[in-house]
Structure formats: C-alpha cells, structure tokens
C-alpha cells in the first residue's frame, strides 16, 4: 500500500476513503485508509495526543503511526527508523474493536471539540517557546542558533520533551553540562522575571489577533509541514507535523509557569478557557 495522504493540516474533521489494509494490534484491529483526516501520534516526538472520533461508526481506541516495508507493517515504538526514511510507507492507523474488510469505502469522523483543545495547546506551546526565547536571550555566552524572531533558540537546543494536552502544554529543558559548553547558564536567572515577561509578551501576541497558519507541501503523511504565525514582532515559523487554531485571538488568555530545578527547566502552558495545567 501507498502512503497515507492526510487531510487534517488543513483543518479537516470529516472524510470517506477506501479501505487498503489492516494490521492486528493486540486483541484490537488496525485499519489503513488512502486518505483520512485523522491525526496520528507520531512514533518519534509524540507531543501531540492522537485525534478520537469514528471510523464507520466504530470508536476508535487509538490512532498510531504505522510504517512498512518488505517485512510487514510495524506501529508506533517498534518503527526502527524515523518518520519518512526512505525505502517504508507511512500509515495512519486507526484502531477499532471489529475488522473491516479491505476495499470497503468506510466514513472518518473526528472528535471536532478535542481537535479544536489540542490544536489551541500546539498552537500556545509554540508561541510560549517563542516567549521564552527572549526571555532567556542574556543567559547565552557564547553565539548559538536563533530562532525565526532572531532570538537565540534555548528551546530547539535544550528541550527533552513536550507534551501537548487540551488548551496547554508542557514542555521540559535539561540545563546540564553540555547545554552549558554550548553556551547557556541558569545562572544568575530571576525565574520569576522571566516568566512575568513571557507572559506579557504572550498576552500581547494574543491580542494582536495574529494569523496562524501550517505550510503544507504535499498530502502524503511524512510531508514536512511548517507552523507559521504572522506576530507584530516578525513572521516565526517552526517545522511541526501537528494541528493548530487559525489566529491567536482564538487562544483567550494564555500564561505558562515555569519551574526550574537542578538540571531542568519546565514550562507549563495554558488557556483560562481550557484545563489549566498543575
């Protein structure tokens, strides 16, 4: 089977597509469509929560990133490469509790309310990493990379992980002793200086109603999409493959906390419209 072309970076919640395959996963089944407009989790930077909703009718219990290649279908941990290597097909696979036979036309439905949380919280956590960029620029000795803003990229060079909830994120930083050859110090960091300016700068980005918008180069899964968001202070831009709202405004009220210990920095995003994170 072919790659799965994917509908959702445009903002799809709805389609209908052929059956091309199925994989077991566990006592469950997984079912790969030509097109779907589902969001899978990525096996590789698994920030983004998989879609819910139906296929057929049917609640899917998840939806997996699938890769083949002359030996079967492999899903999510078990992908020995990364997303997009040559010689594998990439798949979205959807997860239900009854087979569906290959060559069958099935209808895609996806939970439009958890989409809509998820991409607010994709959508926070870039511009809150934006926001900590500045506000963490006089902590670099020595020249790194910048981000689209200019600013010098503490998050693409110190994060460990993110993890996208509804209307919030968090995302971890190691602060050890290679971030440290590379440039950055914790110190001497007032933290509550800097998040008071993230948030500030946070809340004028939102109320500068700033369009968002993903940059979509081909259909096909493993397309390399880029976030961008057109701010007051420049257009920033960052490769993401997830979803996201089409303005800040739509965001409401967006704060992060940040918490730093020994050898981490943590940010904690969120939106007083949404579950605000602990």
């Not at 960091?189 to 980005?205: M, P």
Request: glycine residues 10%; proline residues 5%; negative net charge.
């Amino acid at each position: 089977m072919k790659s799965t072309s994917v509908t959702f970076p445009d903002g799809a919640l709805t389609g209908r597509s052929q059956v091309v395959g199925t994989v077991p996963v566990g006592q469950a089944y997984g079912v790969v469509v030509a097109e779907t407009p589902f969001h899978p989790l990525d096996h590789t930077w698994a920030d983004q929560p998989a879609d819910r909703g139906t296929l057929d009718g049917r609640t899917l219990s998840d939806c997996l990133t699938g890769a083949q290649s002359d030996g079967g279908i492999l899903l999510g941990s078990d992908i020995p490469v990364r997303r997009g290597s040559d010689g594998w097909e990439w798949l979205v696979v959807h997860v239900i509790d009854a087979p569906i036979e290959e060559g069958r036309e099935v209808e895609l439905e996806v939970d439009g309310d958890y989409r809509a949380a998820l991409s607010a919280g994709h959508t926070g956590c870039h511009l809150a990493a934006l926001a900590l960029n500045m506000a963490l620029a006089s902590q670099w000795r020595k020249e790194t990379a910048h981000d689209a803003l200019g600013h010098p990229d503490f998050d693409q060079q110190a994060i460990t992980s993110s993890s996208i909830v509804e209307h919030g994120a968090v995302d971890v930083y190691r602060l050890g002793k290679s971030l440290r050859k590379k440039g950055f110090t914790a110190e001497g960091l007032d933290l509550a200086a800097a998040e008071q300016e993230v948030n500030a700068v946070l809340a004028r980005w939102v109320a500068a109603d700033a369009p968002v918008w993903v940059d979509v180069p081909g259909p096909e899964l493993t397309a390399r999409r880029t976030w961008h968001c057109a701010l007051p202070d420049g257009e920033a831009w960052i490769p993401c493959g997830g979803t996201h709202v089409t303005r800040t405004s739509a965001l409401g009220p967006l704060a992060v906390t940040l918490e730093l210990g020994d050898d981490y920095l943590r940010m904690t995003s969120g939106m007083s419209s949404g579950s605000r994170l602990s």
